[in-house]
């Protein structure tokens, strides 16, 4: 009994993900009575960061084959004349295609002479790192936030910012010519260029200046609205230098990317340099599975309910077909109601859906012993290598130690793009060129002089995971679901948070259009108690305030 709840609630929620954790917050913040139920009992499911232990549990529970579990015992009772009960769970595969392997052996060989020049990158053994594992935190999604994005003002302005700490990306990289070379973002970084052209330097800021003026009625990309970026920047008479810089690093496109849909990202980059950085990304310290529990944090502080390890047995529903309305759910033998139930998409019933969501994500992380490309002052980087063959990017974020996002001399390596077969396939080009990935057992004598020199500099790869997992965002959530009932997807392939963040929103409008979304929250100083004398301190509205409080730790 002691694991009853209230039955009554203005606003349920399942799931403990990105949007369906910013709709509860938002809820729970104009005063909406909020239950918040995960059936894990971790928060943030697909978007979730783990420590080493913690991601191996999860590894064995992804392993276990699905099982046919019998339909759960509702007592009849619970589910009155008019209503029906439609059986909610697991309806597809959350995770699939795992590979995981171990590079280096489980203890450490004793050190002999011949092994002494080997002896720096052959320190790292199994037992120690598994020794480490509260020092890791790994991301299922990782994903930055642009400094002048949706996310960061939210953060700001809900004054949401005070439970995180961020970093700001120091380095956005890119793959040309068989090398890994810097890209330049801000104007002194492109004129400080090296390997860039006077006359490029010129093309460069005059195009950059291009997308960040324009506007739907200028006339500047007059022709080439219904053609690619590629296209477009062809046109410009472009050296290849800058036409790679351009196209895969600042408008973070392929070949096939509309036009528009680049200058937009373009733009979105481009405006959000120089806030806290020279790039335009912040980083989540102790990773992007930070992100869905800050917004948990606010909803708890004003009265949201949290219960993990529990979810919805089956929805009650009254009537049919898109008339039809829910009524409250039923979760471990009780009847909970509520006005409005959001659902992540693999708790919902299948018949909520129009089909079976398709696409995926190809994810890939790597623990090394060093840096894609060693500097002086450990770097929080950002890559986006083109795989070639027509393929979207391979977006590559790399983390180090002060990120807590790893132990002291070790670097994580997280690879993510579009499912085309598996992970291992997708993601093969970019670790063949970046990452050193043979085992490493100090015995380097039978590889050739070539082969030694390709590797020579790269890091070596300590510990594999790849895996696929679906990708949801382009599916039509709407189409089969009750009135009051809202669905969430889950990590979608954009760099960003932007895509959840405006799918928090407008789930929020629909069942509150006139409330405010996300007000700013009191600092716990700013409280009044019954009975204090003191107005107390008014709330921080000037843009002054609002930025102090998302300070960014830099190096």
């Known amino acids: 009994m002691e694991d009853d709840l209230p039955s009554e609630y203005d606003v349920i929620v399942i799931g403990t993900g990105m949007a369906e954790s910013i709709v509860a917050a938002a809820a729970s913040r104009i005063g909406k009575k909020v239950l918040h139920l995960d059936r894990n009992d971790y928060y943030g499911g697909m978007w979730a960061s783990f420590n080493f232990d913690a991601l191996q549990k999860w590894l064995e529970e992804c392993r276990k084959p699905a099982s046919k579990t019998e339909s759960p015992t509702v007592d009849k009772a619970l589910v009155k004349e008019g209503e029906t009960l439609i059986l909610s769970g697991n309806q597809f595969s959350t995770v699939g295609n795992i590979d995981e392997k171990w590079l280096i052996p489980e203890e450490s060989a004793k050190e002999t002479e011949e092994s002494q020049p080997e002896a720096e990158e052959n320190k790292w053994n199994q037992s120690k790192i598994k020794s480490l594992s509260r020092k890791f935190n790994l991301d299922l999604a990782p994903k930055l936030l642009f400094s002048r994005g949706s996310l960061v003002d939210l953060l700001i302005s809900s004054n949401i910012a005070r439970y995180a700490e961020f970093r700001s990306v120091t380095r956005i990289l890119t793959w040309f010519h068989d090398n890994l070379e810097a890209v330049p973002c801000s104007r002194a970084d492109v004129f400080a260029a090296k390997d860039v052209s006077v006359i490029e330097k010129r093309l460069l800021m005059q195009l950059l200046q291009l997308c960040v003026e324009y506007k739907p009625d200028g006339n500047e990309f007059e022709g080439f609205k219904d053609k690619t970026f590629i296209e477009y920047l ?9 036409l790679h810089y351009v196209l895969y690093a600042i408008a973070m496109s392929s070949e096939k990317t509309p036009c528009m849909t680049s200058v937009e990202r373009a733009q979105r980059f481009l405006s959000s340099l120089g806030r806290y950085g020279n790039t335009p990304f912040l980083w989540p310290m102790y990773g992007s599975g930070e992100l869905p529990q800050c917004f948990c944090r606010l909803c708890a502080v004003f009265g949201g309910v949290y219960h993990l390890k529990r979810a919805a047995d089956g929805i009650i529903v009254t009537g049919e077909g898109s008339s039809s309305v829910c ?19 693999p708790d919902a019933p299948p018949s909520f859906l129009q089909k079976t969501p398709t696409g995926g994500l190809s994810r890939g992380v790597f623990i090394t012993n060093k840096s894609i490309l060693p500097s002086e002052k450990e770097s929080l980087t950002l890559l986006q290598f083109p795989p070639g063959d027509g393929k979207e990017p391979i977006t590559i974020i790399e983390v180090g130690p002060t990120t807590h996002a790893c132990p002291s001399g070790l670097y994580i390596v997280h690879m993510t793009c579009k499912q085309y077969e598996n992970a291992v396939e997708d993601l093969k080009p970019a670790v063949e060129k970046l990452l050193k990935v043979e085992k490493s057992n100090g015995d380097f004598s039978k590889a050739s002089e070539e082969d030694k020199e390709k590797t020579e500099n790269r890091p070596q790869v300590l510990w594999t995971l790849y895996f696929n997992c679906p990708e949801t965002s382009e599916c039509d959530l709407s189409a089969n679901v009750p009135k009051n009932v809202y669905l969430t997807s889950g990590p979608d392939l954009d760099i960003d948070f932007e895509f959840a963040v405006k799918q928090a929103k407008e789930i929020f409008t629909k069942m509150y259009p006139d409330a405010e979304f996300l007000p700013r929250a009191p600092d716990p100083e700013e409280i009044i108690l019954d009975g204090d004398e003191e107005t107390g301190p008014k709330f921080e509205t000037s843009e002054e305030g609002k930025g102090d409080a998302a300070k960014t730790e830099e190096e």
């Open 234 to 242: 062809k046109s410009k008479n472009l050296t290849e230098n800058i």
């Open 327 to 345: 009524k409250g759910i039923i979760s471990d033998g009780q009847r909970l109601t509520t006005d409005h139930l959001v659902l992540d998409v």
